[in-house]
């Protein structure tokens, strides 16, 4: 298993671009989400889905879209970039409900200039 | 709205001592409680987790405490190591509800 990936690793944009960041997992999980880290302020959630076709706001949502097509897919989009949203970006999955263990991503390094 | 408070944001230790980190939790209706390793240019682990039912838990040098009554857990690190520096989350979730909220994370320096 690969667990879970995503694309690309570095990315550099500049105002007013758009872009999907890509995450993949194969290990059947439901449960899937999109974080963002800052210095000092930890991991914070920004989308999150529980299935296919199911999605929901996580504490910071604004400027990002999301989608959930398949299980194995939940690409994250940027609307329209702005240097507020340079951070790094986690996607993470876990089995169900029953708060099993969150596996990670390698992570995206996104730079907005 | 719910929020995890994680106190120290840095911690130096000399090898061999023991680490402690703690967190609060606001939301009563919390009850699983994850610690996550990140070293530097990684991606988070998990390194032990504990369910409000259990009160402690431990995994050789790495333990964690539940206190649900004062909405606080600690992990407890013994013997560090070098290896053991990286910065450690921790987090409250819910059962059914999926989301976590974690702290804003400790950096744990093990001198050698």
């Known amino acids: 298993n690969a667990g879970v990936t995503q694309t690309p690793k570095f990315q550099v944009l500049k105002t007013g671009q758009s872009m999907t960041l890509q995450c993949a997992q194969d290990m059947n999980h439901e449960y899937m989400s999109w974080y963002r880290q800052d210095p000092g302020m930890g991991l914070r959630l920004i989308h999150y889905?529980?299935?296919?076709?199911?999605?929901d706001q996580g504490e910071v949502p604004n400027g990002y879209n999301v989608s959930r097509s398949t299980t194995e897919d939940f690409p994250l989009r940027l609307l329209s970039a702005a240097p507020s949203q340079t951070s790094v970006y986690f996607c993470?999955?876990?089995?169900?409900?029953?708060?099993?263990?969150?596996?990670f991503g390698p992570g995206t390094r996104l730079t907005v200039t | 709205g719910e929020n995890v408070e994680q106190h120290p944001s840095t911690l130096s230790v000399q090898e061999g001592d023991s680490a402690v980190i703690k967190c609060t939790y606001s939301?009563?209706?919390?009850?699983?409680f994850p610690w996550y390793k990140q070293e530097l240019g990684k991606r988070p682990q998990l390194i032990i987790d504990i369910r409000s039912n259990v009160g402690e838990k431990k995994d050789q040098r790495i333990a964690v405490t539940l206190n649900k009554t004062a909405k606080h857990f600690s992990l407890h690190i013994t013997e560090t190591q070098p290896e053991d520096s990286a910065v450690y989350f921790c987090?409250?979730?819910?059962?059914?509800?999926?989301?976590?909220?974690f702290g804003t994370g400790t950096r744990l320096k093990v001198l050698a």
């Open positions: 939301d009563s209706a919390s009850n699983y």
């Open positions: 987090a409250a979730g819910t059962s059914g509800t999926y989301k976590y909220i």
């Open positions: 889905s529980v299935g296919a076709g199911i999605t």
């Open positions: 993470a999955s876990s089995k169900d409900r029953d708060q099993y263990e969150q596996y």
